[in-house]
């Protein structure tokens, strides 16, 4: 899940338990032009962090969507190591 962009970064978490988001690390997002302007028209920018405990950088809070991404482990502190960028998932289409 992401929860904010900062720079070309995607701010990235997971949902706990209780539903809450707990921030992980970030990952380059490496989006070609007609895949950034399809991505900004689908977000969905927020007044306050989704996470629970915010991340110290400056970026825009979003509405937390769906992307995939590779990483190499959890840290000992819960953080990701070596993410990589897959793709943004496409929400499912509902007819009606």
Do not use: C
């Not at 989006?31 to 110290?56: D, G, N, T, Y």
């Amino acid at each position: 899940m992401i929860g904010g962009v900062a720079g070309g970064s995607f701010l990235l978490s997971v949902f706990e338990e209780d539903g809450s988001l707990r921030y992980v690390g970030d990952v380059e997002a490496h989006l070609s032009r007609r895949q950034s302007a399809a991505f900004q028209a689908r977000i969905k920018p927020i007044a306050e962090s989704p996470f629970v405990k915010p991340p110290k950088r400056n970026g825009v809070w979003i509405r937390p969507d769906v992307v995939e991404v590779r990483f190499l482990e959890y840290t000992p502190t819960g953080r990701i190591r070596h993410a990589v960028f897959e793709r943004i998932v496409e929400a499912p289409q509902t007819s009606g």
